[in-house]
């Protein structure tokens, strides 16, 4: 009996030992699968595009940085995006969007709104608080306050803007030549206001200023751009719509499906943003509004996002995704195209934040003037956040 007992308890032991294991590696395994960089030899850079690069103001709508188990502040072997690679990169800007819910497969065709969510596995695994296991309010509270923490202890590098007077001085500082970051935190989808409009006080007082209406899939909002039909805007998501647009928050149209789109543009005159996206004329896939929406998104004095990767580029190098931005301003206007890398958002990349020089000089080896590479970098998403802060 006694030898039993023991071999029980030593059989526990490795239980705990294969459980403790597996919390501490499994994350980071699982996000190498996911946030791939391809194996490249070093951009050739010339010291004019390095010379034009540093001296830009450069600014991302889109990075899922905060999903993941790994702080933001240390470099990191894996994942596209943190403080030291965006320091290298020379990002003055960078908006980072909390994942609340996200539907096993993520199918640009169509998922449904009931099936298996993969961010309460990555929650549990990754010992997020345990309110956050069963609320999606809590999970973008909890991703806030990890960049809240970011904050308190980057010495300065890194900012979080709420205003337009933290926005401002942040730009001030560096044009000075101090090394800081502007962070600011942006929703991927607005289900974690969990049908009650008061929640985006909470979201805001945690310090959302960027709002996706949707995600993967339909929600109480509305329809999703891969959700079951093209279903528009419901009540209570007009309701959001109007109090985004008064409290001058910055709304998101990337995932919605298109009557969404239109809905919106519809009932309010706000420039709006589609966050990460491509160009249907130039990559013909759903995952890319068509051009006539987005012409009509542009026209609110919003912006265009490009991202990084091939599902929305057809070409992910920093010649393709240089391409895309050359037909995007083609398509609605220099003024009207920015970046949004859509990094650390389970996509693989041909480069990390580290590496945009390289995008700088595949810009101007397409044939865009310095005007229009300072427009796109990062002029062009300043200029909407000036108009849309307190």
């Known amino acids: 009996m006694r030898t039993l007992g023991k071999w029980l308890g030593r059989l526990l032991l490795l239980v705990i030992i294969a459980i403790v294991g597996f919390l501490i590696f499994a994350p980071g395994y699982l996000e190498k699968g996911r946030n791939t960089v391809a194996e490249h030899a070093p951009y050739d850079v010339s010291p004019e595009a390095a010379a034009l690069h540093a001296d830009m103001l450069v600014g991302d709508w889109h990075a899922d940085t905060l999903l993941w188990k790994r702080d933001p502040l240390d470099r990191a072997d894996r994942g596209q995006v943190d ?181 919106v543009l519809a009932m309010t005159d706000m420039p709006l943003i589609v966050s990460h996206t491509g160009i249907y004329s130039n990559c013909q896939v759903k995952r890319n509004f068509e051009d006539d929406l987005m012409q009509a998104i542009a026209n609110t004095g919003g912006v265009i996002g490009i991202g990084y990767w091939a599902d929305v580029t057809c070409d992910d190098s920093p010649a393709g995704v240089a391409k895309t931005i050359k037909v995007a301003i083609d398509v609605v206007g220099e003024n009207h195209v920015s970046l949004g890398s859509d990094f650390d958002g389970s996509v693989g990349t041909s480069f990390d934040t580290s590496e945009l020089s390289a995008l700088t000089q595949a810009l101007m080896d397409a044939g865009l003037s310095e005007a229009q590479i300072r427009k796109v970098m990062g002029e062009n998403l300043v200029r909407v956040l000036r108009d849309r802060l307190q």
């Open 83 to 263: 403080l030291p690679r965006l320091i290298e990169g020379n990002v003055a800007l960078q908006v980072f969007t909390a994942v609340t819910k996200s539907p096993a497969g993520q199918n640009y065709e169509e998922n449904s709104s009931e099936a298996m969510d993969n961010i309460t596995l990555l929650a549990m695994g990754q010992l997020w608080p345990v309110d956050t296991w069963s609320s999606l309010y809590e999970r973008a509270r909890y991703q806030a306050a990890r960049l809240h923490e970011a904050e308190e202890n980057a010495d300065g590098r890194l900012r979080i803007i709420r205003t337009r007077a933290e926005l401002e001085s942040v730009l001030a500082d560096r044009a000075a030549g101090k090394t800081v970051v502007g962070g600011m935190l942006g929703i991927e989808g607005a289900h974690p206001l969990e049908g009650n409009l008061d929640n985006l006080q909470g979201l805001q007082d945690a310090g959302y200023r960027v709002i996706g209406l949707q995600h993967f899939f339909d929600n109480d909002l509305g329809g999703s751009l891969h959700g079951i039909g093209n279903k528009g805007l419901t009540d209570f998501g007009r309701s959001v719509v109007q109090a985004i647009s008064e409290r001058d928050l910055v709304l998101d149209l990337a995932h919605s499906s298109p009557q969404v789109a239109h809905d």
